[in-house]
């Protein structure tokens, strides 16, 4: 098969992740007799800093154009002061809009080796596999009207959330699509003891749920889903949930596993699919070849199953991924007091090695 895809690596440690996939996703093709050809454009700042537009016209022509993208990450501290429009963000976001990709999953695997490495219990952590499925093309990141105006000291800001039945129905449909080949069971979290969009949301997500009677569905608002993520994160199977709090329940289920650097994720429902490791450009590490690029490895393993349906290809890379850590490979993010750690180009080495080697 031909793998034709676009890499938008974007900024910080976006561009240092994105190697070590693609040089993973090398080694797959070769390893199964495809034939890989990418094209690598900017994004986010890295796009702004060179033509002042954070989603230049050839970039999105490029990942239309593909049969999949990878991305890195964008934004930074340089950035934070830009208007709206032109704020790394901004480019994403509209990215994610022009694809079309409403559909964005969030696997958050506990790895047996890894189990020490949460900052929660290992008997409270062991067999965690959640599958967050976040609604990405509505609520108040995409919703109007959406203002910040006033004179300084007396300014006011407006974002809206908004979502309709059908966007609401499709989401829903996905996860329960989802949850039929896992364990059975979604949780759906909204807040619909305050919010109407949450009402709307239950509402229209007990109705999909009567086509699927082999699905157990349950309801749960955000504040006590937070809570019982740390609590009991075994109990989670497919998590069903809205734009910002998908967001912010994917980052604490990182953070539950072990780390943020460790998580995939894929935006589907489009003409083309994005896959990108979960983490933002951490500015913080940028540069320095210490961050972990096992979300993007593992975006790869995404990329095949979703956009090129090659579930082989996919698992001999989560296999590969799984291998490493059991063989005590650890980024610094991962590593423990005492423990060595692997720079970004040799963890993904590493990985390459177990699948040359397999
Ligand atoms: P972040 O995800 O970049 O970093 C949070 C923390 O996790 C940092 O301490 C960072 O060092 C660590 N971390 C993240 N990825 C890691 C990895 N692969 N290996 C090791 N450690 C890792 O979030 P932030 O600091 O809140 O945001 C930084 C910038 O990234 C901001 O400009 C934000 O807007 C942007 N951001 C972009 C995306 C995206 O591109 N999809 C997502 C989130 C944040």
New binding site residues.
Partial sequence: MQLNIAVVP?????PE?TNQAIAVLRAVAQKFGHTLKHTTKNI?GAALVASGDPLPPDTLDACLSADAVL???????A??SYPRLKR??AG?LRLRQELGAYANLRPAVCYAALETSSPLRADVVHGTNIMIVRELLGGLYFGQPRSLDGEPGARVAINTMRYSESEVERIARVAFDLAGKRRKKILSVDKSNVLECSRLWREVVTGVAAEYPNISLAHQYIDSAAMLLVMKPTEFDVVLTENMFGDILS?QAGGVCG???LLASASIGGKVGLY??????????AGKG???????ILSIGMMLRHSFHLEHEAESIETAVGTVLSQGCR???LARSGESALSTSEMGARVVSVLNAH
Avoid: R
């Fill in positions: 974007g900024d910080g440690i976006g992740v986010g991305l890195g990450a964008v934004g930074g501290p950035f934070d790394p963000e994403l980052d780390s943020l650097g990108e490791p979960v983490h933002g450009s951490a500015p913080d590490i210490i961050a972990n690029p096992l979300g993007a980024t610094k993010d």
